[in-house]
Structures are given as C-alpha cells and as structure tokens.
C-alpha cells in the first residue's frame, strides 16, 4: 500500500500569514495516462464530514477559497493557505487516489497564533 | 449531482452484527467502484474496502474476514456487512464514489456512527 507521510502534525500560524502543509507518497502518484497526480486534499471542522478542497494535487474544487491553493507531482505536495482566517482552523488530510486501496496522511491541525 | 446517503448506523454489542446502506444516485452506479472508509472518534481517516464494479474487492487488514462489501446495481446501493464487531471498530463511517478511470475526484457521504459497546 502507498504510505501518505504529513508534516508538520500541527502548526499555528496568525490571522493573515501563510499556512504550508506537506504530503509525501511512498510511490509516484503520477498516472502518464492523462498526466495528473491522483492526491486530494481535505479539510475536517469538528462534527463535519471532510470537505474536499484540492483534486489532481492542484485543481481548487467549485466554491472553494483561492487562499488554498494546491502544489507538487510525483511523490512530494504542499497545501497552501496564502492568508489564514479565523475559519481555517482545522485539520487537514491528503489522500491519495492513485490504487483502489486508498490511503491518507495522518493529518495537520492548523491553529491560530 | 452526485448524492450518498449512509444509513444502517447504531449502537450494537462487541461480537455483534450491523448492515450498513448507502443510497447511491447522480450517476450511473453500475458503472464505478465504491469504497467505505471510516474514522474513529478523534482518530484520522482509514479506508475499509473497496468493490469494482464487476464485484471484485479488497479489504484492510483490520477487517479482513470480519466484514463484507456487496453492491446491488438494480437498487444503486451499496452495503457493508460487519460481522464479529470490536469496540476498536466503533466509528463514524463513509462511502465514497470511487473517481473511475482516469477520474477527476472521488465523492463522499456524510456518514453514519457505528458504536460497539456493551
């Protein structure tokens, strides 16, 4: 099975700076068919379903902020959140959808400073 | 728009059975692999199983033996049936619509709780 590796666990960032999450797959996520990286990012409020927020590692899903914003191929991605409001507190997963057997990172709580 | 809609959730004794639904609709059923994942209270998110739309499946090791993925397409629904329930078992959990090949996303339900307890 692919192994999803996050970092940092947790981070605090204050209210406007910048908020950076990594992802690291143990294999490519790469599908040279169609040339996209099948990795996900998700965000999870406490009580909530997770949301998804980032598709083929960099595509924003419809609705979502364009403070999150998406980067990488191959093994190594990052999440990005330009400017943090009081709203992105949570904790965020990448997953990967590349196999049927689908895993995901241990999660990022991403907090206020 | 794609819809899942989990049911079957509950509270059950350790060793005990539950059946688990979730009503697929928004695109044609037949034609995608389904997934149930879950998440243990406080805990991050573990996939369970998945079944291809020819019926072929796989599981995780933590559940292997003890659960069962189905699918009936002529109803466009999707079930687990757990067996031998453990109280590390206890979970809020998922069905996803698999993104198929060369698909853009998966999509999720919003899950139903599984508690094992005596």
């Known amino acids: 099975d692919i192994v999803m590796t996050q970092s940092p666990d947790s981070l605090a960032v204050s209210l406007g700076e910048r908020a950076t999450i990594n992802c690291r797959s143990s294999?490519?996520?790469?599908?040279?068919?169609?040339?996209?990286?099948?990795l996900a990012w998700y965000q999870q409020k406490p009580g909530q379903p997770p949301k998804l927020l980032i598709y083929?590692?960099?595509t924003r899903e419809s609705g979502v902020p364009d403070r999150f914003s998406g980067s990488g191929s191959g093994t190594d991605f990052t999440l990005t959140i330009s400017s943090l409001q009081a709203e992105d507190v949570a904790i965020y997963y990448c997953?990967?959808?590349?196999?049927?057997?689908?895993?995901f990172g241990q999660g990022t709580k991403v907090e206020i400073k | 728009q794609v819809q899942l809609v989990e049911s079957g959730g509950g509270v059950v004794q350790p060793g005990g059975s539950l059946r688990l639904s979730c009503a697929a609709s928004?695109?044609?059923?037949?034609?995608?692999?389904m997934h149930w994942v879950r998440q243990a209270p406080g805990k991050g998110l573990e996939w369970v199983t998945f079944?291809?739309?020819?019926?072929?499946?796989k599981y995780a090791d933590s559940v292997k033996g003890r659960f069962t993925i189905s699918r009936d397409n002529s109803k466009n629904t999707l079930y687990l049936q757990m067996n031998s329930l453990r109280p590390e078992d206890t979970a809020v959990y998922y069905c996803?619509?698999?993104?198929?090949?060369?698909?853009?996303?998966?999509?999720w339900g919003q899950g139903t709780l599984v508690t094992v307890s005596s």
């Open positions: 996803a619509k698999d993104c198929g090949l060369a698909g853009m996303r998966d999509y």
């Open positions: 294999q490519s996520l790469l599908y040279s068919a169609n040339n996209k990286n099948y």
């Open positions: 997953q990967q959808y590349y196999t049927s057997v689908r895993t």
């Open positions: 083929w590692a960099s």
């Open positions: 079944i291809r739309s020819d019926g072929y499946n």
């Open positions: 928004g695109f044609t059923f037949s034609n995608y692999g």
